[in-house]
C-alpha cells in the first residue's frame, strides 16, 4: 500500500502539512478525501496555490478516496489521505481504504468534546469509532507534526 | 483610512505590531489576531470577523499574515473582496512601517500591491549589499 500517511485534521491542507509532512515524508500525492471541500471551488483553488506544484492534489468527495487512488494509479507513488474528523475518516474507510495506522492531527474542541492532549478532542461517537479502527487492528497514533513522539489515541482517554 | 488587520501563527501578530509601534509610535485602526494551535475555524472566524468590523472606517482593510497555506492565511482568505478587504501574506516588519506612514494617501487597490513590493524589496542579504558599495574592490 502507498498511503504513507493517512491523517484526520479539521485543519485539512495547512502549514504542519505543507511544510511538515509533505517534504519529511516525501509525499509525491495528496488525496484529501471531503465531501465539503469537493464542493467548495474557491478552498479548493486556495488549496491548490498551497501545494507546490510537483505534488498531484485530489479533492474528492470522502467516499471517493480509493476510486481516486485507482483512477490516477496513485499505486506506487507515496500518497497522503487527508480526512477533516473521525466520522469522516470512518466513512472513507468503508468504502474500501485499507490501512495501517491513522494519524490523528487537530481535532479541535466544540460542545460535547472532551479534550485529551492539547490538540485532540474527541467525544463518545469518536471514541466509539476509534475502537472500533483498532479492533480493525488500524494503530491510531497522535502526532502534529513527524518529528514530535508519537502517542496511542486511546491511552489518553 | 484603510485598516490593518494582521493575523498570523502564535502571538506573531500581536509583536508584530508592539514592534512597530515601538518604532513609529500608536498605529490607529489596527488590531492582531493571535491563532493558536488548539484554536478552532469557526473561533478564529468570528474573532477576525470582529477584527474587521474593529478597523473598517468605509475604506477596506488589508489583512496581513505570516504565511500562504497556513490556517490563519486560509481564514483570512474566506473574507477576501474586491475593493474592500485584500489578503497579504508573508508579512515583515520594514511592510508594517511602510504601511502605517503611507496609507492615508492611498487606497486598498493602490495599497495592497505597493506594499507588497515594499516587503519584498526590503528583504536584504548582507554580504550583497556590502559588495554592491561604489568603488569596492573584489577580493
Same mark, same amino acid.
Not at chain 1, 128 to 150: A, G, H
Given at each position: 500500500?502507498?498511503?504513507?500517511?493517512?491523517?484526520?485534521?479539521?485543519?485539512?491542507?495547512?502549514?504542519?502539512?505543507?511544510?511538515?509532512?509533505v517534504?519529511?515524508?516525501?509525499?509525491?500525492?495528496?488525496?484529501?478525501?471531503?465531501?465539503?471541500?469537493?464542493?467548495?471551488?474557491?478552498?479548493?483553488?486556495?488549496?491548490?496555490?498551497?501545494?507546490?506544484?510537483?505534488?498531484?492534489?485530489?479533492?474528492?468527495?470522502?467516499?471517493?478516496?480509493?476510486?481516486?487512488?485507482?483512477?490516477?494509479?496513485?499505486?506506487?507513488?507515496?500518497?497522503?489521505?487527508?480526512?477533516?474528523?473521525?466520522?469522516?475518516? @470512518?466513512?472513507?474507510?468503508?468504502?474500501?481504504?485499507?490501512?495501517?495506522?491513522?494519524?490523528?492531527g487537530?481535532?479541535?474542541?466544540?460542545?460535547?468534546?472532551?479534550?485529551?492532549?492539547?490538540?485532540?478532542?474527541?467525544?463518545?461517537?469518536?471514541?466509539?469509532?476509534?475502537?472500533?479502527?483498532?479492533?480493525?487492528?488500524?494503530?491510531?497514533?497522535?502526532? @502534529?507534526?513527524?518529528?514530535?513522539?508519537?502517542?496511542?489515541?486511546?491511552?489518553?482517554? | 483610512?484603510?485598516?490593518?488587520?494582521?493575523?498570523?501563527?502564535?502571538?506573531?501578530?500581536?509583536e508584530?505590531?508592539?514592534?512597530?509601534?515601538?518604532?513609529?509610535? #500608536?498605529?490607529?485602526?489596527?488590531?492582531?489576531?493571535?491563532?493558536?494551535?488548539?484554536?478552532?475555524?469557526?473561533?478564529?472566524?468570528k474573532?477576525?470577523?470582529?477584527?474587521l468590523?474593529?478597523?473598517?472606517?468605509?475604506?477596506?482593510?488589508?489583512?496581513?499574515t505570516?504565511?500562504?497555506?497556513?490556517?490563519?492565511?486560509?481564514?483570512?482568505?474566506?473574507?477576501?473582496?474586491?475593493? #474592500?478587504?485584500?489578503?497579504?501574506?508573508?508579512?515583515?516588519i520594514?511592510?508594517?512601517?511602510?504601511?502605517?506612514?503611507?496609507? #492615508?494617501?492611498?487606497?486598498?487597490?493602490?495599497?495592497?500591491?505597493?506594499?507588497?513590493?515594499?516587503?519584498?524589496?526590503?528583504?536584504?542579504?548582507a554580504?550583497?549589499?556590502?559588495?554592491?558599495?561604489?568603488? #569596492?574592490?573584489?577580493?
Open positions: 500500500m502507498s498511503i504513507v500517511l493517512f491523517r484526520v485534521d479539521n485543519r485539512l491542507i495547512h502549514g504542519q502539512v505543507i511544510a511538515s509532512w517534504p519529511q515524508l516525501e509525499i509525491e500525492a495528496i488525496v484529501v478525501a471531503d465531501d465539503e471541500m469537493a464542493r467548495d471551488d474557491f478552498a479548493a483553488d486556495m488549496a491548490r496555490l498551497a501545494v507546490s506544484e510537483e505534488i498531484d492534489l485530489y479533492i474528492v468527495p470522502t467516499t471517493e478516496v480509493t476510486n481516486t487512488i485507482e483512477k490516477y494509479r496513485l499505486y506506487g507513488k507515496r500518497v497522503l489521505v487527508l480526512l477533516r474528523d473521525i466520522p469522516e475518516a @470512518s466513512r472513507a474507510l468503508a468504502a474500501g481504504l485499507r490501512i495501517s495506522t491513522i494519524n490523528l487537530n481535532l479541535h474542541f466544540s460542545e460535547g468534546k472532551r479534550q485529551i492532549s492539547p490538540t485532540i478532542a474527541l467525544d463518545e461517537h469518536d471514541v466509539s469509532l476509534l475502537r472500533r479502527f483498532e479492533e480493525q487492528k488500524i494503530e491510531i497514533e497522535i502526532r @502534529s507534526v513527524p518529528t514530535e513522539k508519537s502517542r496511542r489515541a486511546l491511552d489518553l482517554l | 483610512m484603510v485598516g490593518i488587520v494582521i493575523i498570523a501563527h502564535g502571538k506573531y501578530a500581536e508584530l505590531i508592539q514592534t512597530a509601534q515601538f518604532i513609529v509610535g #500608536k498605529i490607529e485602526q489596527c488590531v492582531s489576531v493571535n491563532v493558536f494551535a488548539n484554536d478552532g475555524p469557526e473561533q478564529i472566524r474573532e477576525l470577523q470582529r477584527a468590523k474593529d478597523v473598517d472606517d468605509g475604506d477596506g482593510v488589508l489583512v496581513l505570516d504565511m500562504f497555506g497556513g490556517t490563519p492565511s486560509n481564514i483570512a482568505l474566506s473574507f477576501l473582496m474586491e475593493g #474592500k478587504v485584500e489578503v497579504l501574506t508573508g508579512s515583515n520594514p511592510m508594517i512601517l511602510k504601511l502605517a506612514t503611507s496609507r #492615508k494617501e492611498m487606497p486598498l487597490k493602490e495599497l495592497a500591491p505597493f506594499i507588497k513590493q515594499y516587503g519584498q524589496r526590503n528583504i536584504s542579504l554580504s550583497e549589499i556590502l559588495n554592491q558599495r561604489p568603488g #569596492k574592490e573584489k577580493k
